[in-house]
């Protein structure tokens, strides 16, 4: 087999391991004392008084320093500077209530993919890999007949990037193991199955889905154990027996770029919901149920429909309650709307923290690999138009 490049792979600058090793542990701390607030269920949020429990500071504060400061500034030189006494300014140490909004912001900003200087430019791996400078994909391939646009924007992208990595490693009948947006624990396994098979050349994956993703350390039901965990996958988290929890990898399913750019969240829907939980838990003292609400919402013409589709779906008697007493307390909870609204910005300000640690863990764990002659994260797409837009990408020595 013969090969076809001048400059290798190991050349391109990308974090030695210590440094990488110690991003991941700077995330980390972060949403250790931050990870609560992601983790709250907005259908509690009521019920719970989470406003409450978790902030300390109103609502119209944190809507307003959230558009101060999104869209963030241009992208600088990695800022993560924060120690443990940096971050606990941040909540308050007796209540652990989030004090500081504006440390907060600035915090989770920095201990984002876009921030921390792990990432690998796009243009430099395309340049290594081809010995040219490349600016963009081929327009020249056109998909725009059978693809929506952002489908259509991100396979002109990735099929450039494995068109050169397959290009770069002489790869005729050997293989490449690509996967876009591969839901929950898919993506993790296609890096192991990369890490184990000699055959495979190369891995470039984009995952998305992360609330699918199992957990090791998370309390979960003996006949739902896979043979694999989905996370963590390298060796520092799983020694710490590192835990997310799945209402934070929902939250790290959210879409920062998208909401700074001017996309509106489902709040009426959240509402909605959130009110509910407090109808059944005070008028059919029962707050857990293994049925869903499901897509009463987009069923609904009002909050009273959505009331009595949903607690029919919920296995309850709807007809117990009339219209009137689901109005009040509609009426009841109306005025603290701006409390959710304020709360899930702060849940899209951690995402990116969320998908940084767990993208991060994946990249640990293929530099763990012997057989690695490069690896990286590479921002593949415009992530407004695919908000999961992080590649892990990793050639095998060859």
Same mark, same amino acid.
């Given at each position: 087999?013969?090969?076809?490049?001048?400059?290798?792979?190991?050349?391109?600058?990308?974090?030695?391991?210590?440094?990488?090793?110690?991003?991941?542990?700077?995330?980390?701390?972060?949403?250790?004392?931050?990870?609560?607030?992601?983790?709250?269920?907005?259908?509690?949020?009521?019920?719970?008084?989470?406003?409450?429990?978790?902030?300390?500071?109103?609502?119209?504060?944190?809507?307003?320093?959230?558009?101060?400061?999104?869209?963030?500034?241009?992208?600088?030189?990695?800022?993560?500077?924060?120690?443990?006494?940096?971050?606990?300014?941040?909540?308050?140490?007796?209540?652990?209530?989030?004090?500081?909004?504006?440390?907060?912001?600035? $915090? !989770? #900003?920095?201990?984002?993919? &876009?921030?921390?200087? /792990?990432?690998?430019?796009?243009?430099? @791996?395309? %340049?290594?890999?081809?010995?040219?400078?490349?600016?963009?994909?081929?327009?020249?391939?056109?998909?725009?007949?059978?693809?929506?646009?952002?489908?259509?924007?991100?396979?002109?992208?990735?099929?450039?990037?494995?068109?050169?990595?397959?290009?770069?490693?002489?790869?005729?009948?050997?293989?490449?193991?690509?996967?876009?947006?591969?839901?929950?624990?898919?993506?993790?396994?296609?890096?192991?199955?990369? $890490? !184990? #098979?000699?055959?495979?050349? &190369?891995?470039?994956? /984009?995952?998305?889905?992360?609330?699918? @993703?199992? %957990?090791?350390?998370?309390?979960?039901?003996?006949?739902?154990?896979?043979?694999?965990?989905?996370?963590?996958?390298?060796?520092?988290?799983?020694?710490?027996?590192?835990?997310?929890?799945?209402?934070?990898?929902?939250?790290?399913?959210?879409?920062?770029?998208?909401?700074?750019?001017?996309?509106?969240?489902?709040?009426?829907?959240?509402?909605?919901?959130?009110?509910?939980?407090?109808?059944?838990?005070?008028?059919?003292?029962?707050?857990?149920?293994?049925?869903?609400?499901?897509?009463?919402?987009?069923?609904?013409?009002?909050?009273?429909?959505?009331?009595?589709?949903?607690?029919?779906?919920?296995?309850?008697?709807?007809?117990?309650?009339?219209?009137?007493?689901?109005?009040?307390?509609?009426?009841?909870?109306?005025?603290?709307?701006?409390?959710?609204?304020?709360?899930?910005?702060?849940?899209?300000?951690?995402?990116?923290?969320?998908?940084?640690?767990?993208?991060?863990?994946?990249?640990?764990?293929?530099?763990?690999?012997?057989?690695?002659?490069?690896?990286?994260?590479?921002?593949?797409?415009?992530?407004?138009?695919?908000?999961?837009?992080?590649?892990?990408?990793?050639?095998?020595?060859?």
């Amino acid at each position: 087999m013969s090969f076809s490049y001048h400059r290798p792979l190991e050349a391109l600058g990308t974090p030695a391991g210590p440094l990488l090793l110690q991003r991941l542990l700077a995330v980390r701390d972060f949403l250790s004392v931050a990870l609560p607030i992601a983790n709250a269920h907005t259908g509690d949020f009521y019920t719970r008084g989470v406003w409450g429990e978790l902030v300390g500071g109103s609502p119209e504060a944190v809507l307003a320093a959230f558009s101060r400061h999104h869209p963030p500034e241009p992208r600088q030189e990695p800022t993560v500077s924060w120690d443990e006494s940096g971050l606990t300014k941040i909540f308050c140490e007796t209540t652990h209530k989030l004090v500081d909004l504006e440390a907060f912001l600035v $915090a !989770a #900003k920095d201990h984002s993919l &876009a921030y921390i200087g /792990v990432c690998t430019q796009l243009g430099q @791996l395309l %340049e290594h890999l081809t010995e040219k400078e490349v600016k963009s994909p081929d327009k020249r391939i056109q998909t725009d007949e059978f693809m929506n646009n952002k489908k259509s924007h991100e396979v002109l992208v990735m099929s450039q990037v494995i068109d050169a990595i397959a290009n770069y490693c002489g790869i005729k009948q050997d293989s490449i193991m690509v996967g876009l947006h591969t839901c929950g624990d898919l993506a993790p396994n296609t890096l192991r199955i990369f $890490a !184990a #098979k000699p055959e495979i050349k &190369a891995v470039c994956s /984009v995952g998305c889905c992360y609330h699918l @993703l199992s %957990e090791e350390f998370e309390t979960q039901a003996e006949e739902n154990t896979p043979e694999k965990w989905g996370f963590p996958m390298c060796q520092e988290l799983r020694k710490e027996g590192w835990c997310c929890g799945r209402n934070a990898r929902m939250s790290a399913c959210l879409a920062l770029d998208r909401v700074a750019a001017g996309q509106v969240l489902p709040l009426e829907s959240l509402f909605y919901r959130a009110v509910l939980q407090v109808i059944i838990k005070e008028c059919y003292d029962n707050v857990k149920s293994d049925r869903r609400v499901g897509k009463a919402f987009s069923k609904s013409s009002c909050f009273i429909d959505y009331c009595r589709e949903s607690l029919k779906n919920l296995g309850l008697d709807e007809s117990k309650l009339p219209d009137s007493c689901l109005m009040e307390y509609h009426e009841m909870y109306k005025g603290r709307m701006k409390e959710l609204e304020a709360f899930n910005m702060l849940k899209v300000v951690l995402s990116p923290c969320i998908e940084a640690l767990i993208l991060l863990d994946r990249l640990c764990y293929l530099r763990e690999q012997d057989n690695m002659a490069w690896s990286g994260l590479v921002q593949l797409f415009d992530p407004v138009k695919s908000p999961r837009c992080y590649a892990v990408i990793g050639v095998k020595k060859l």
